[in-house]
């Protein structure tokens, strides 16, 4: 495989890798800044990023929008010269806060999804700081082309196609889920490069295509490469079984025993369709509402009183290893997980 460097703007990765962010507390600056070491840009995850802080309970968004700039230079510290970047979701609560703080904290880049980031070019006004929207669909692609170009006058320095067999919250429908060979998303991304071609053109630049979802190993990439025309990858469940991604140890556990029957499609209580490992916490989801313990002010369209779950509870189990108690996201392929590698050996393999 022919393998050329990522160029965003006057940014260029030597490996054509961005790591997929995963909250809560799974892609933070240990994971970030060991792919940024190996080339690849590594991608920090917003979301309640600061939950092992003290002052967390008392003022979550305060303590999540002073920790990015911890993270961000922690990760620095791995990986001096690396490019670091974060992934904010839109629906979080004070978005353009979390935006900003990571701005300011010499963000290299800001990849947003779970929404559309339709005011993202005026939050990093000023600053070098790239921006990238997440879409999964013609329809995303073409929308904040066009709301960019309209108010801001400005095209994405990248585009992340997320596809149906990504982990976390999808941009897609159950039924869709269900039958996922019916969808011809090799088509979607196809159509989806050539909207956001047609964008660069009108600004002069190349937009670099990043495609993500169910990549896992070397023959994914080549497909993503060879075949689709992308200009790189973004791989997240591959890395949660490494050293070095900032997962407990029985998180990772988790994706190595887990079994292809146990990758399952779960609504999450931001409305969006999610992909998940089976546990005990998510039968129990099923039969009965398990109410939050407090507010975490994490997504801005929540109703404590109308949630089946608080999703930041479970994702904090989680992070925290209880995993029986947890929302383990994971993408469709996070079953073939058999052993913990360092990142530079997935890297290796993928690349």
Known sequence: MKREP????????????????????ISLSGLAGAVAKEGGIGVISTAQIGFRD?????????????????????????????????NIMVATKRYEDYVRAAV????????????????????????RTKI?????SVKAAVVICKLWDRHYQTAPDMVVIEGPKAGGHLGFREQELSHIEELDYDGEIRK????????????????????????YDRMDVEHCMNDLGAD???????????RECDAPAAYKQAYIDA?????????????????????????????????????HQCLEKCDPKEMPY???????????????????FCGANAFRAERIETVREVIADLM
Do not use: H, W
Request: net charge positive; proline share 6%; glycine share 12%.
């Open 132 to 136: 990238a929207p997440i879409v999964s």
């Open 259 to 295: 079994k292809k029957e146990d990758i399952v499609i779960t609504k999450s209580p931001v409305g969006m369709p999610g992909r998940a490992i089976l546990n005990k916490f998510l039968r129990e989801v099923k039969e009965r509402r398990k109410p939050a313990s407090r507010c």
């Open 310 to 328: 608080c999703i930041t509870d479970a994702l904090l189990n989680a992070a925290r290893g209880k995993i029986q108690d947890a929302l383990l």
């Open 6 to 25: 990522l160029v965003i703007g006057d940014l260029t990765a030597e490996i054509p890798l961005v790591q997929g962010g995963m909250g809560v507390g």
């Open 54 to 86: 003290p002052e967390f309970d008392e003022a979550p968004i305060e303590t999540n929008l002073r920790c990015i700039g911890e993270e961000i230079n922690k990760a620095r510290e791995i990986a001096p010269g690396g490019i670091i970047g974060c």
């Open 232 to 242: 790189g990858v973004q791989v997240g469940t591959r890395f949660v079984t490494t």
């Open 104 to 127: 300011k904290a010499g963000s290299d880049i800001i990849i947003s999804g779970a929404g559309l980031p339709s005011k993202l070019p005026e939050l990093v006004r000023g600053f």
């Open 192 to 215: 989806i490069t050539e909207v956001v071609r047609q964008c660069g053109m009108k600004y002069g630049k190349k937009i670099p295509v990043v495609v993500a979802g169910g990549i």
